[in-house]
């Protein structure tokens, strides 16, 4: 048993490495090819201007991808202190934390940025579903798949109560009613729709499902309470 350990021990660490190298890869690639866009607003992004960057969403992307060494060292610093007092499953958890985050907040720092017409001009509500599909465009469609894509993708490997597509579909529906009442009560010249709601939901459970084999079930039973120390023999 020990020799068969052993053997499937340097593939599921060269499987690791592939899936980490085509992550940086891709990543990669999607900032060479929106590399104008964001470097038009690296000058306010460094000089810390709140126009031109934080208020833009070339601004919110460019600070994103530029936190990302901070995100990796915040994953490091919480799976070594968790490691070192004995939990399990610490840099799952770890991860997972930080990338549900890092993944969901500028999302919604986006999605809560005011139009033209705020203050002024009539809320508007869409209540007819698959109505406003049509308008949104690819670009729209995609954008609402990624709001809750992170938080749906990590959020099962983080809390066991939440490994199931039906709960996730939940919790991406609740978190997008939230975010279109506050944009309705905020006043954000924004459309809030019933589609919005479902996109968003669907983009959830879309990244659940990728992340399933990774998910925490109540079999395994992970915790994040130290290990008990195993009783001296004798």
Do not use: K
């Not at 060479?32 to 126009?51: E, I, K, Q, Y």
């Amino acid at each position: 048993m020990n020799h068969n350990a052993s053997l499937s021990a340097p593939p599921r660490r060269t499987r690791r490495i592939v899936l980490l190298s085509l992550a940086i890869l891709g990543m990669a690639s999607a900032t060479f090819v929106v590399r104008r866009p964001l470097m038009m607003s690296a000058p306010m992004c460094m000089a810390g201007r709140w126009h031109g960057c934080f208020d833009t969403f070339n601004g919110v992307v460019l600070m994103t991808l530029i936190a990302l060494p901070l995100a990796a060292l915040v994953v490091w610093a919480l799976a070594c202190r968790r490691r070192a007092v004995g939990v399990t499953s610490a840099w799952r958890m770890s991860l997972a934390e930080v990338g549900m985050v890092h993944g969901t907040v500028p999302f919604l720092w986006m999605t809560m940025m005011p139009g033209a017409g705020v203050g002024t001009a009539p809320r508007r509500v869409s209540l007819v579903p698959l109505r406003d599909l049509v308008t949104m465009g690819p670009g729209g469609i995609v954008g609402n798949l990624l709001i809750f894509a992170a938080l749906g993708f990590f959020a099962p490997m983080r809390f066991a109560a939440l490994a199931s597509v039906p709960r996730i579909l939940a919790l991406g529906a609740g978190c997008s009613v939230l975010v279109e009442t506050a944009q309705y009560v905020l006043w954000l010249d924004r459309v809030s729709s019933v589609d919005d709601v479902l996109v968003n939901a669907a983009g959830a459970v879309l990244a659940a499902l990728a992340s399933r084999r990774w998910w925490r079930t109540t079999a395994e039973a992970p915790s994040d309470q130290p290990r008990p120390a195993r009783a001296p023999a004798g």
